[in-house]
């Protein structure tokens, strides 16, 4: 039973081009995250939302924009794609007064 | 502003060797640390969760302590495993309200048969 799911798993597409990434949780969490492991794999969070109001918003550039149609999914829809974009990006989830971070399997975007 | 801080950055031990993880932290006032294990192409797996409040915590072969005055924490592994190869990532979430965690960039292990 996946706890943290993520889709698609790879994602290759050209420069320009607008792409969107759907995490959803089935662990009743009520706190959702993304994160962005770069080629040197150091992990930074962007987005956080928690009972899908936005509480976290890292300096990330506005062609990024998170969607929480309800607690249990957070989708991440990225505009006008960059090279700089090539990254994978990691949803994660947790409950607030747990606060232990479970993560999804990771989406490797890769531009063109 | 907070910054996690993991030592070595790679480690490559014999296996059934007992060995320590290191991790350090510049701002105190921290919430929980976390301990997380990656495999190549995965995602992460949490390991271990310590709360500010608490010094340890045991799992199995792994015990991780948190000595939050001087801001470090330790990962225990007991009797290393060809298994055990993989990036160990520590992460603190720091105390004032933001749920976000900070990571280190990891420590890759190999543990060799």
């Known amino acids: 039973d996946t706890a943290v799911s993520q889709t698609p798993k790879y994602l290759v597409t050209q420069m320009g081009n607008d792409k969107s990434i759907k995490c959803e949780q089935n662990l009743g969490h009520d706190t959702m995250y993304w994160y962005k492991q770069d080629s040197k794999k150091f992990l930074k969070i962007m987005f956080s939302y928690n009972n899908k109001e936005l509480i976290i918003n890292e300096t990330v550039p506005n062609r990024f924009s998170p969607k929480s149609p309800d607690k249990a999914h957070l989708n991440l829809h990225i505009n006008s794609l960059e090279l700089g974009d090539s990254a994978v990006y990691f949803c994660a989830s947790s409950q607030a007064g747990v606060n232990e971070q479970f993560f999804g399997p990771g989406t490797r975007l890769t531009v063109l | 502003k907070q910054e996690v801080t993991q030592i070595p950055a790679a480690l490559s031990v014999p296996e059934g060797e007992n060995l320590v993880l290191n991790c350090s932290f510049t701002d105190s006032a921290i919430y929980n640390l976390q301990w997380f294990r990656q495999d190549p192409g995965k995602g992460l797996t949490s390991l271990l969760l310590i709360q500010s409040s608490q010094r340890e915590q045991t799992s199995g072969r792994l015990n991780a302590s948190l000595d939050k005055s001087s801001g470090r924490s330790t990962l225990y592994i007991a009797a290393s495993q060809p298994g055990d190869s993989a990036t160990y990532l520590c992460?603190?979430?720091?105390?004032?309200?933001?749920?976000?965690?900070?990571f280190g960039k990891g420590t890759k292990l190999t543990v060799n048969p």
């Open positions: 992460a603190v979430k720091s105390q004032g309200g933001s749920e976000k965690l900070v």
